[in-house]
T-cell receptor, first 112, second 112 residues
C-alpha cells in the first residue's frame, strides 16, 4: 500500500514565524502535491512537483514556497506565517500521468 | 481551466437507503474522475475512480457513472451504513502532470 506521511498532525505557530511542513512518500512516486483544505472551499492546490528540484505553482502559491531535494520528500514552507494561513494542509503523491493521488493524514495548522 | 461543481453540499439519509452525489465538470478534455472519502481527522482516501472511456464502474455498494456528453459524473452508494458517514470529494483531471480539480465536497450523514 502507498504510504504518505506528514511530519505533524497539529501545529500551533505565531504570526511571523517560519513554518516547515514535511511530507514523505514510500512509493517512488514522481509527483507530489501540497493542498490546503478550508470549509466550503474544498481542496486548493498550493504547489506541486513532478521531479526532484522541480516545482510548479498551483492555484494559491502566495505566501508559500516548497522544496524537493529528494524524490520521497516534499516540504512546504511558510516564510512568515499569517493568521489567514490557519488551515488543514494535505500532502499527496502520484505516479505517472493520470494515476490517482494518495493523500497523507493532514496537518492542522493554527497561526495565532 | 477546469471547473468542478459538486452537489449537494450536505446529504442526510436513513441507514439502508441509497445516496447519490453529483459532479459536473467544464473541460471536455478531462479524462479521469476519482472519488475520495474523508473521515473526520483523516486525509482523503480513494474509494472509486472512472476513466473517460467507461460509462459505469461498480465496487460492491459503490458505483460511479459518467456522462461525457453532459459532462457530469455521479457517485452512488447503496444500502448505506453509519460508517459511510464522511465527506466525499469528486475530482477531474486532464491528465497533465496529475493536476486535479476538486469539487467542494459533500458531507454525508447516515442516520442509524
Amino acid at each position: 500500500d502507498v504510504k504518505v506521511t506528514q511530519s505533524s498532525r497539529y501545529l500551533v505557530k505565531r504570526t511571523g514565524e517560519k513554518v516547515f511542513l514535511e511530507c514523505v512518500q514510500d512509493m517512488d512516486h514522481e509527483n507530489m502535491f501540497w493542498y490546503r483544505q478550508d470549509p466550503g472551499l474544498g481542496l486548493r492546490l498550493i504547489y506541486f512537483s513532478y521531479d526532484v528540484k522541480m516545482k510548479e505553482k498551483g492555484d494559491i502559491p502566495e505566501g508559500y514556497s516548497v522544496s524537493r531535494e529528494k524524490k520521497e520528500r516534499f516540504s512546504l514552507i511558510l516564510e512568515s506565517a499569517s493568521t489567514n494561513q490557519t488551515s488543514m494542509y494535505l500532502c499527496a503523491s502520484a505516479g505517472t500521468v493520470s494515476e490517482t493521488q494518495y493523500f497523507g493524514p493532514g496537518t492542522r495548522l493554527l497561526v495565532l | 481551466g477546469e471547473n468542478v461543481e459538486q452537489h449537494p453540499s450536505t446529504l442526510s439519509v436513513q441507514e439502508g437507503d441509497s445516496a447519490v452525489i453529483k459532479c459536473t465538470y467544464s473541460d471536455s478534455a478531462s479524462n479521469y474522475f476519482p472519488w475520495y472519502k474523508q473521515e473526520l481527522g483523516k486525509g482523503p482516501q480513494l474509494i472509486i475512480d472512472i476513466r473517460s472511456n467507461v460509462g459505469e464502474k461498480k465496487d460492491q455498494r459503490i458505483a460511479v457513472t459518467l456522462n461525457k456528453t453532459a459532462k457530469h459524473f455521479s457517485l452512488h452508494i447503496t444500502e448505506t451504513q453509519p460508517e459511510d458517514s464522511a465527506v466525499y470529494f469528486c475530482a477531474a483531471t486532464l491528465g497533465n502532470f496529475n493536476k486535479f480539480y476538486f469539487g467542494s465536497g459533500t458531507k454525508l450523514n447516515v442516520k442509524p
